[in-house]
């Protein structure tokens, strides 16, 4: 056999080769998908005879999350500060951990704490349409807020659940209080989800069918829960002495409210 030939011959071989393994990736990747669906029809199934609806495309794949933890970082807190309250803030260390902020310019005054914060914002003129923009001021990600009107308060109130990478952070908020008469904001306050970040493998960890499982067990107790609307993973958030812990939960919101199940301890919240 000649050299053209004989190369020929390898690289027929090679794509054979190829071919073949492909088809093992494939053949694995649909049966997988396979598993999983019917996984989930079981899921339905068991979740059904405990009382408790669920849709089944509701149901997430399970992913790993990192457990994450934010330590305290004084100098982004003082820029956030100084943003919120017109661009310059002088500060105090009040101790135990507390710091106020006041504008050089009369436009308000705030506190910071570990995980919390709140301003009080005055001449500010931040029509509820100005949210948004306060919220970057913020470096902070939300989804979408809920709005609540409080005529005897004189007061509408803007919630934005908060967000840590894009997945939803079962505890954390930030509110927006306007006057009802104007508009204008008068208050802000919420979690501080600022700080450096330090990320640890967190396993084991609960997949969706344990998780919900055992939700749906906890739940035979009497809290009237009759159907689960959706399942995310998401965190919550505990405080420590000088940092925040980020813990992977499975959030899971449900017809009497939301409840969260950490996916290491398997507490349910």
Sequence with gaps: MDRARLKTFVLLLLVLVNLTFLSFIVIDVISSMQRHAEARTELVRVLGEMGIAIDESQIPQSEEQALTFLSRDLMAE????ASVLGGSASASDEGGGIFRYESLYGLGEGEIRSGTFRFQLAEQEIALEGSEILLNRLE???????IFAEKGYNRITHVYPL???DSLVANGQVTFTFCFMDGMLEEVAGTALWGSTQRYTASPQFDVTTALISL????LEGDGVSRFESVEMGYYLLEGTGHLELRPVWIVETDMGAFSIDRQ???IR
């Design 163 to 165: 967000t840590f990478n």
């Design 265 to 267: 301890s398997g507490e």
């Design 216 to 219: 749906a067990g906890h739940l």
């Design 140 to 146: 902070l990600s939300a989804r979408e807020p809920h």
């Design 78 to 81: 003082g820029r956030i500060a």
